[in-house]
């Protein structure tokens, strides 16, 4: 490595900065080791360190009377998510979490097909980049735009009034399970929130694996006489599961854990982040709240156990 | 961006009005954010806004509280930037070429603070903050946004590894260069538009956080945490109209910032054209 310097670039030889770097390469596993130490200490550290923390707290026990945490270890925290009432918000959540990827996936897909196979160049820089910003563009506002545009005199209630569409929107507010007294304290109204804000997270995976499908296969349908439906259906649709699978982790994941919109927007009752965040905040229960969130730990495991099995992590 | 041939068959209309129908509700909310800004009405929300007016601004930025927020918020995001700018690049470059064992484990490592729900690294970080009587504050909620943010700088700084051909850095030490210049010289010139774009995310991702960040603050507020509690005081409306439109340009600039910073992603650097 000691060559005549080269005149362009100011070499320094013989500084320690040399020995240093001529000793890492050739040590390329202590090379390795400085540079893994730092990331694995943080992750190891803080966030490992803090999950375990967590867990273990799920098993202390919480005394109703006075209010107090004690170190004595129980099982009690665990049993009382089967309790009905718990049980209810777990399916509460669960049953958004399902619906909001289910009509992700159905909204996002014409825009990511559009994307992939009708724009080039120009066109299609100006989808990607209008589909990143509302993805990118601030949470909190987000929900509080949803707070605007469904309140009382707001503007959906303008759109509503102007197409006359007030006895149909009264009509779907009925229906049991969907509606409320309001738009903005239905579940309608949380669950479009919910669409709207994780849409462009389900978009960009499914225009990804759009975009890698090989043209030649779509040809080689339509040349083994399938016509153009039926390439879509047999073809493009079965290879763009994995996108889809991957874009449902975020859609899923996120509306899973999400307590900040269900209390902006929808019908009284918890959600399981809500749960947490009461457990924890105003009742001081940290046991319980620390056992709510093995929940959402579980449900987001096995949903990665079937959406790997449907190709989402080559998806990513 | 590649042709493509089966992009030559015209979309049906129908597919047509679908996307562009998409593009306008996901930018919908946006717009009313910003046209609500403007608005003379100073209570409620009423629709179509009633007049334009300048004036909520200089209210806005009298507010002792506002300020006191975007300056906490802009400090917190800066230094959770640079710490996952170090550690992110640290991993990048740990992680982009050598096959090890546990290489696998440390890429979902760093992937997990966002993949599981932000409620549990939120709750996770109070419970051991608390066990460790570290009181909440500003360095617990730094600590946290550093925690998630590294992922996105990683994702940017190793997207551009392996996008640099490896010839370059051998051409480099043949020519006589030893590993302090190559990196100096070769690898962070490279490096550097990712990486600033990795930041200038980061950035934006730690400015708007609530779901960690209501955890972590104690008696702290940062912006987003100040929206959130302005939410429920009807009467404050225009204010916090005036900061919703400012919260969204500050996480949606760098968007456009770090599109025009890593674009052309097809070529390889130093491959010999393609």
Known sequence: MDHSPNARAPLHNTGPLHRLSSLLYRKPNLYLALLLIPPLLWFGGVYFGSLLTLLWQGLYTFNDFSMTVTPTLTLANLAALFQPANYDIILRTLAMALAVSLASALLAFPIAYYMARHTQGKTKAFFYIAVMMPMWASYIVKAYAWTLLLAKGGVAQWFVDQFGLTAVLQLILGIPGVGGSTLSTSHLGRFLVFVYIWLPFMILPIQAALERLPPSLLQASADLGARPWQTFVQVTLPLSIPGIAAGSIFTFSLTLGDFIVPQLVGPPGFFIGSMVYVQQGAIGNMPMAAAFTLVPIVLVACYLAIVKRLGAFDAL | ?274
């Open chain 2, 1 to 274: 961006m590649h042709s493509n041939p089966a992009a030559s068959g015209q979309a049906s209309w129908g597919l047509k009005l679908a996307a562009w129908a998409g593009l306008l509700f996901l930018h919908f909310p946006i717009l009313i954010i910003f046209a609500y800004a403007f608005n003379t009405e100073d209570a409620a929300f009423s629709f179509p806004p009633q007049g334009f007016t300048l004036k909520w601004f200089s209210v806005t930025f009298a507010r002792a509280d506002v300020l006191e927020a975007i300056k906490l918020s802009l400090q917190i995001a800066c230094v959770a930037t640079l710490i996952a700018m170090f550690l992110g690049t640290l991993a990048a470059a740990a992680l982009y070429r050598r096959d090890f064992f546990g290489k696998e484990g440390i890429s979902l490592m760093l992937i997990l603070p966002i993949a599981l729900p932000g409620i549990v690294t939120g709750i996770a970080l109070l419970s051991a903050f608390k066990t460790l009587g570290i009181e909440p504050g500003m360095f617990t909620i730094i600590v946290g946004h550093a925690t998630f943010c590294v992922v996105i700088v990683y994702n940017n700084v190793i997207a551009r590894f392996r996008r640099t051909s490896y010839s370059l850095i051998e051409a480099s030490m043949d020519l006589g260069a030893d590993g302090w210049q190559t990196f100096r010289y070769i690898i962070l010139p490279n490096l550097g538009s990712a990486l600033l774009a990795g930041g200038m995310l980061a950035f934006a991702l730690s400015f708007d956080e609530i779901i960690v960040t209501t955890f972590t603050a104690g008696h702290e507020r940062t912006l987003p945490l100040w929206l959130l509690n302005q939410l429920s005081r009807p009467r404050d409306v225009p204010v916090t109209n005036v900061v919703a439109m400012l919260v969204m340009l500050v996480t949606m600039l760098p968007i456009l910032a770090a599109y025009y910073l890593t674009r052309g992603g097809e070529s390889v650097a130093g491959s010999g054209g393609k």
